[in-house]
């Protein structure tokens, strides 16, 4: 059974930072794409960012460009979330998911993982950037 399980969120003043954890069971990267979303109340889910486990290839929403990284251990079955100069908009519950891609790009498939939940999903950790 595939499990995902985030950690490492918290409250942060703006311009600082976090490392989101995603440690994941079940199941080996190769062959799916890993995923941080994100939801804000009141929002839709918006994928932030992605990582490929066959061959690393990453992907970023513009708004994160340039200010998150996202990484993975393979051999500890946890991909990472590094967060810098964090904004209060990006404010939100951070899920980490897991899907064997369908698609021919990443963003095609932050898209399809975003809008309708495909994949396996971990339960989320709050991230609260204060102004």
């Known amino acids: 059974e595939v499990q995902l399980v985030e950690s490492g969120g918290g409250l942060v003043q703006a311009g600082g930072s976090l490392r989101l954890s995603c440690a994941a069971s079940?199941?080996?990267?190769?062959?799916?794409?890993i995923g941080w979303f994100r939801q804000a109340p009141g929002k839709e889910r918006e994928g932030v960012s992605c990582?490929?486990?066959?061959?690393?290839?990453?992907y970023y929403t513009d708004s994160v460009k340039g200010r998150f990284t996202i990484s993975s251990d393979n051999a500890k079955n946890t991909v990472y979330l590094q967060m810098n100069s964090l904004k209060p908009e990006d404010t939100a519950v951070y899920y980490c998911?897991?899907?064997?891609?369908?698609?021919?790009?990443?963003?095609?498939?932050?898209?399809?993982?975003?809008?309708?939940?495909?994949?396996?999903w971990g339960q989320g950790t709050q991230v609260t950037v204060s102004s």
């Open positions: 998911a897991a899907v064997i891609p369908k698609t021919i790009t990443l963003a095609q498939a932050m898209r399809v993982m975003a809008r309708t939940g495909l994949g396996s």
């Open positions: 990582i490929s486990g066959s061959d690393g290839r990453t």
């Open positions: 079940g199941f080996t990267f190769d062959g799916y794409v």
